[in-house]
T-cell receptor, first 115, second 114 residues
Framework: KAGVTQTPRYLIKTRGQQVTLSCSPI?????VSWYQQTPGQGLQFLFE???????NKGNFPGRFSGRQFSNSRSEMNVSTLELGDSALYLC??????????????FGNGTRLTVT | GDSVTQMEGPVTLSEEAFLTINCTYT??????LFWYVQYPGEGLQLLLK?????DKGSNKGFEATYRKETTSFHLEKGSVQVSDSAVYFC?????????????FGRGTSLIVHP
């Protein structure tokens, strides 16, 4: 079974630009969640989508948004980039998400650098 | 709210040494507990899990026991290898407590020297 695929692996953007990250979950998984990982803050939950609906949201500004398509693929968008948005963005999929305490399967992440 | 506390790293060991990484948690319900491992340049991988009190999760020589009385889930391995060098995350998922957001610890870096 193919794992979680995130594209692109690396991105370099300038302050004020916007960026879209993509995540393809494991086949059959309906839950996709996104995390921001930084050395200072560790892993921070951004949001979770299940069957195309945002089910949970973390404590991030509205510049961070996402969506999920009918094939469970998900995209995350960050608008008006700030230097502090530089991080590793991880996507994780599971069959039903935290609702059934199922483990998460992570992609290798997208490394975003904002200059 | 739910929280997970891990020991600060880095933990530096020689090959074949015994490993313990401490993890304690607070949760309002009856969480499932997990250990994830992150190798350099990769995402997190599930290492082991336990879903109820006194369960022992094990994988690749690593073990952790769900201790409800001490709210702990310490990770242990009897003999570490250089290839075990990675960052280890303790996590909980507590749908019974009404929170559908998994909670992660800050991670503990393990460095194993030959």
């Amino acid at each position: 079974k193919a794992g979680v695929t995130q594209t692109p692996r690396y991105l370099i953007k300038t302050r004020g630009q916007q960026v879209t990250l993509s995540c393809s979950p494991i086949s059959g998984h309906r839950s996709v969640s996104w995390y921001q990982q930084t050395p200072g803050q560790g892993l921070q939950f951004l949001f979770e989508y299940f069957s195309e609906t945002q089910r949970n949201k973390g404590n991030f500004p509205g510049r961070f948004s996402g969506r999920q398509f009918s094939n469970s693929r998900s995209e995350m968008n960050v608008s008006t980039l700030e230097l502090g948005d530089s991080a590793l963005y991880l996507c994780a999929s599971s069959q039903f998400g935290a609702a059934d305490n199922s483990p998460l399967h992570f992609g290798n992440g997208t490394r975003l650098t904002v200059t | 709210g739910d929280s997970v506390t891990q020991m600060e790293g880095p933990v530096t060991l020689s090959e074949e040494a015994f490993l313990t990484i401490n993890c304690t948690y607070t949760a309002t319900g009856y969480p499932s507990l997990f250990w994830y491992v992150q190798y350099p340049g990769e995402g997190l991988q599930l290492l082991l899990k336990a879903t109820k009190a006194d369960d022992k999760g094990s994988n690749k020589g690593f073990e952790a026991t769900y201790r409800k009385e001490t709210t702990s889930f310490h990770l242990e391995k009897g003999s570490v290898q250089v290839s075990d060098s990675a960052v280890y995350f303790c996590a909980l998922s507590d749908s019974s407590g009404g929170s559908y957001i998994p909670t992660f610890g800050r991670g503990t870096s393990l460095i194993v020297h030959p």
